[in-house]
């Protein structure tokens, strides 16, 4: 026996995990050096704000209190690797890209935004890979709706599991004409009696075809006359309007690859196929936690308050991408209240809405260093949004800081807990596709877009009321379009972000692998 102790296997999991989030982590250097834009930093994560904490905040703070310290700075000083200032630096998310700040006028690194979706999905797979594999869970196919199969979908019968009659109409025997029995057959019925040639009886759609049956005619294919004989109107085929057994799928056939999104007609064809449950991947958990002494529950905005848009929004949204809301707390600008609803969570993400720039109530980065969680993502170089976070706040559970304005909070949905809650529900990734603009996007000079559109014909029109703290674009949206820093021209192909409630024309199946990836 060797001299090595073999390790324990949480303590292999997590080491998966950690090598998996490095590897998503590298992104962010390979996208900023194919960006040119190098690694820039002051060394420290947060040492500077990136703007726009909730609404009608801007860009504030040359500073987080206590970010350096955590698993971050470990797993830096852990690996030599150097930063842009000659520190030991891990492939750091932590430092930003985005323009100098008005104050300070140091230069932040923010993930670019393809990076930033890429390391939020990884995160979620090596949080699957570290339990396991996705969560299980076998459910009756009255709450499998929305959910992901976590196994084939194989036939448990022949479909149909006899043949049957596709038509009301008469069940005939040979040639024609024929004398016509005077008690029909109707669905439901067990083994009708054999016909012979000549003989003909009335049956009924899906009912159960009788033994040395030749065709079935339909009702307005035949006539009978005075005797009771049947006579059809046009020549009859052999088979004829029977759907024979196993025409659709014999025992035992897949019919759907795990991964399948459960949808109205995946229940009707699992039932079809004699299922009473489906093996599902269990919906991630989320807890949601709304900051902000400003917001109001009800009535009309007053005296410097306004009205709690995301609280009633960001429930409906996660569970259309596929997460478990457990609750939505209301925490007010009370770092203790924020503080103590991390450590007490056993959610598999945590969503906050504010509070992640650098103002004086911006709460988020102080409580993710005393619960000494590793900051994946510190801002993004996307506009609105740019100031989201994504942190692994303890084994198994991740952390998503959304900024506080309305379209801001959407942006940071799909960019960050978009890909995460996919992963974690063994959704198929969207594959991309683009669509010609009808007009032409301003965009941001380093920044990518997220423009609200809807898809009309051919093109892309691009919706006004875009700005961060507008929802009135995005409602009437079918998606987000993806613009480039500097902006798109008229005509110009631009990737197509599709809301998950949203039907995407542009597909070449006719619509329906984009109505299966989006429904909710």
């Not at 899906?206 to 009771?228: L, M």
């Not at 009135?472 to 798109?488: H, N, S, T």
Request: charged share 20%.
């Amino acid at each position: 026996m060797s001299g090595q102790s073999a390790e324990s296997p949480a303590a292999q999991a997590r080491a998966a995990d950690d090598g998996a989030v490095d590897e998503a982590l590298a992104l962010v250097n390979e996208a900023r050096a194919a960006d040119g834009r190098g690694a820039g930093g002051a060394g420290v994560p947060g040492a500077a704000g990136t703007g726009g904490g909730r609404s009608g905040r801007t860009d504030s703070g040359t500073g987080r209190p206590g970010t350096e310290r955590g698993s971050a700075e470990r797993a830096r000083h852990a690996d030599p690797a150097t930063s842009g200032t000659g520190h030991p630096g891990h492939p750091a998310s932590t430092h930003h890209s985005a323009p100098s700040d008005h104050r300070t006028g140091s230069r932040h690194q923010a993930a670019p935004w393809s990076a930033a979706r890429a390391v939020a999905g990884r995160a979620g797979r090596a949080a699957a890979a570290r339990r396991g594999g996705a969560a299980e869970r076998r459910v009756p196919l009255d709450r499998a709706l929305g959910l992901t199969l976590a196994e084939p979908l194989a036939a448990l019968s022949d479909l149909p599991s006899f043949d049957t009659s596709a038509m009301d109409g008469w069940v005939v025997a040979g040639p024609g004409p024929w004398d016509v029995r005077a008690e029909g057959i109707l669905a439901g019925q067990d083994r009708p009696e054999p016909l012979s040639d000549g003989e003909a009886v009335q049956i009924a759609t899906g009912a159960r075809i009788p033994r040395d049956a030749t065709a079935v005619i339909r009702s307005e294919h035949g006539r009978t006359d005075d005797k009771g004989r049947l006579f059809a109107l046009g020549d009859v085929g052999h088979g004829q309007d029977i759907r024979p057994r196993g025409q659709e799928c014999r025992s035992g056939d897949q019919l759907l690859p795990t991964g399948a999104l459960v949808t109205p007609a995946v229940l009707g064809l699992a039932a079809a196929a004699g299922y009473d449950e489906l093996l599902t991947v269990a919906r991630p958990r989320v807890e949601v936690f709304i900051l902000g002494d400003e917001l109001l529950t009800e009535g009309l905005p007053r005296e410097g308050l306004i009205r709690d848009a995301l609280g009633p929004m960001l429930p409906a949204w996660l569970r259309a991408l596929g997460a478990e809301v457990t609750s939505v707390r209301r925490l007010g600008d009370d770092p203790t209240a924020l503080l103590k609803a991390v450590r007490a969570s056993d959610a598999d993400l945590v969503v906050t809405t504010g509070g992640t720039a650098s103002g004086p109530v911006d709460h988020v980065h102080p409580t993710l260093s005393r619960v000494d969680a590793e900051l994946l993502v510190d801002g993004v170089a996307v506009r609105p949004g740019h100031p989201m976070l994504l942190a692994r706040t303890k084994e198994g559970q991740h952390l998503v800081g959304l900024p506080g304005n309305p379209l801001a909070a959407v942006s940071g949905l799909l960019t960050l807990a978009e890909p995460l809650l996919r992963t974690l529900a063994g959704r198929p990734e969207q594959e991309p596709y683009t669509v010609p603009l009808q007009a032409a996007v301003h965009g941001h000079p380093h920044d990518t877009r997220l423009v609200p559109v809807v898809v009309r014909g051919e093109d892309a029109v691009p919706l006004r009321y875009n700005g961060p703290a507008m929802l009135r674009g995005i409602a009437a949206a079918d998606g987000l379009a993806v613009v480039a820093p500097g902006g798109a021209k008229a005509g110009q192909e631009v990737e197509i972000l599709d809301l998950p409630w949203s039907w995407n024309p542009a597909g070449d199946d006719g619509g329906a692998a984009s109505a299966e990836r989006c429904f909710t």
